[in-house]
């Protein structure tokens, strides 16, 4: 049983490029969280998607799109990098029955130059 | 401001030694998650609690959920090399769509 997948591992970018993240969920999960993590701080709610909806968003710019298609795999998409976008992006997937616990990939990490 | 607030923030011990990690907050939580992080990896689910006073066991760990459902305490019995790393709690309010993390705790387990 596959965990949370993410891709790339590692980026890097310009200031001013756009760049897309990829995340497959966990079998059996049809929900899925996207979190933006700095170095030395814990992760922060960026959006969730669940049937192919954003459901919540934190405080983060529209900058910050997303994506969720029908095998419930999702995309983030970050447009106009800045330099203070460079973090972890970790993406968590979950069971609507059961939101209270989700699961999390290994991240990419992103370095904007 | 962090919703989430964990001491301390960095903690280093002996192993074999005992400790406790603290998440505070003001606000209720519908539930609240421990979880451990590795460098360079993303964060590894170690439990959930949701009831307010329940305290949950994993070995060596205890878990306990504040009866007002605003704190939780994560204690580690006689810590090994292997417990090294850093500690986070999250909460999910009460729609579940959103979770609060707290910037987490930093433990260094010295051989």
């Known amino acids: 049983d596959a965990g949370v997948t993410q891709s790339p591992t590692h980026l890097i970018k310009t200031r001013g490029q756009q760049v897309t993240l990829r995340c497959s969920p966990k079998s059996g999960h049809d929900t899925v969280s996207w979190y933006q993590q700095a170095l030395g701080q814990g992760p922060q709610f960026i959006f969730q998607y669940y049937e192919e909806e954003e459901r919540q968003r934190g405080n983060f710019p529209d900058r910050f799109s997303g994506h969720q298609f029908p095998n419930y795999s999702s995309e983030l998409n970050v447009n106009a990098l800045l330099l203070g976008d460079s973090a972890l992006y970790l993406c968590?997937?979950?069971?609507?029955?059961?939101?209270?616990?989700?699961?999390f990939g290994p991240g990419t990490r992103l370095l904007v130059l | 401001t962090q919703l989430l607030e964990q001491s301390p923030q960095f903690l280093s011990i002996q192993e074999g030694e005992n400790l406790t990690v603290y998440c505070n907050s003001s606000s209720v939580f519908s539930s609240l998650q421990w979880y451990r992080q590795e460098p360079g990896e993303g964060p590894v689910l170690l439990v959930t609690?949701?009831?307010?006073?329940e305290v949950k066991k994993l070995k060596r760990l205890t878990f306990q959920f504040g009866d007002a459902r605003k704190d939780s305490s994560l204690h580690i019995t006689a810590a090994q090399t292997g417990d090294t790393g850093l500690y986070l709690c999250a909460g999910a309010q009460s729609n579940f769509n959103k979770f609060y993390f707290g910037s987490g705790t930093k433990l260094n387990v010295k051989p």
């Open positions: 609690v949701v009831t307010g006073g």
């Open positions: 968590a997937s979950s069971y609507a029955g059961i939101q209270e616990t989700q699961y």
